[in-house]
């Protein structure tokens, strides 16, 4: 199983941005996949779900009406909408997905917010 996350970069604050996580060796539609995010030297952060099959999403607090999780079933790949971005989300973005037995995590990928 591998994930491998795209789409980081540098925005100035206000923009946008859009990530992708895509999947081999796992069917993204059957799993819940997160998005977290994490800051050196500080706790990873969960930001937003999906579920498997219903699609059900959840966001965090911090995150909620300006990011969009969505999943893309024909691609097997999970997006990060990322919308009025703020230097406050600054962070290395991961994706997740839950099986019944393990999580599997992407590489990684940096968003730098400028303010």
């Known amino acids: 199983v591998q994930l491998v996350e795209s789409g980081g970069g540098l925005v100035q604050a206000g923009g946008s941005l859009r990530l992708s996580c895509r999947a081999s060796g796992l069917t993204f539609s059957k799993v819940e996949v997160r998005w977290y995010r994490q800051v050196l030297g500080k706790g990873r952060e969960e930001v937003a779900l999906?579920?498997?099959?219903?699609?059900?999403?959840d966001y965090s607090g911090s995150v909620k009406g300006r990011f969009i999780i969505s999943r893309d079933d024909a691609r097997n790949t999970v997006f990060l909408q990322m919308d009025s971005l703020k230097a406050e989300d600054t962070a290395v973005y991961y994706c997740?997905?839950?099986?019944?037995?393990?999580?599997?995590w992407g590489q990684g990928t940096q968003v730098t917010v400028s303010s």
């Open positions: 999906i579920s498997g099959y219903g699609g059900a999403t």
């Open positions: 997740s997905a839950r099986t019944l037995t393990i999580d599997y």
